[in-house]
């Protein structure tokens, strides 16, 4: 990890994964599963945050799905690649850049719908439609109960 701390030479963060459910195609000769790249980002304090919750995130996925599974941070430097641990995290961000808010690539995930998540889609008659979640569970107020009256602006005045 020196070698990443010196900074010498263009870096970035990878985030892999692998899963005991990804398609035979993406194995080893083995059939054990292999790595798989998901997103790529700048070697910035922001990159390497991005692809920390990048991790977070396909965890989730990961768990959800079950079966045996990891989801890593890589430093890419000079042609090798390297898993990056939490205690050099830590002393990479204190050297890196503030960056700009870029990701570079991101890639399709590999992992099926879910059972339950298919016969919803089945029954609906297609996929479903792409929106924000919501960040915070909702939890009820007054203001849920007003009725929302039109506003009328006068542009004449």
């Known amino acids: 990890m020196k070698n990443i701390l010196a900074l010498s030479t263009p870096m ?4 892999r994964y692998w899963s ?3 398609p035979d195609n993406y194995r080893e000769d083995d059939g ?10 700048p070697a910035s304090k922001l990159g390497l945050h991005n692809a920390l919750l990048a991790v977070h995130d396909r965890l989730d996925i990961l768990q959800a799905h079950g079966g045996d599974y990891e989801c890593a941070v890589f430093v ?11 205690e050099n995290a830590s002393a ?3 050297v ?21 998540d298919s016969s919803s889609i089945e029954e609906s008659g ?21 009725e929302a009256r039109p506003h009328i602006l006068d542009v004449d005045v």
Request: aromatic share 10%.
């Open 76 to 86: 890419l430097e000079g042609g090798g690649i390297e898993m990056l641990t939490q």
């Open 92 to 94: 990479l961000f204190s």
């Open 20 to 22: 005991s459910l990804i």
């Open 126 to 146: 297609g996929l479903p439609i792409a929106e924000q979640l919501p960040l915070f569970e909702h939890v009820h107020t007054p203001y849920d109960d007003l």
């Open 32 to 41: 054990s599963p292999c790595w798989v790249d998901y997103s790529l980002h």
């Open 96 to 116: 890196l850049p503030r960056g700009e808010v870029k990701w570079l690539d991101i890639r399709d995930f590999l992992l099926p719908l879910r059972p339950d």
């Open 12 to 15: 970035k963060f990878m985030v």
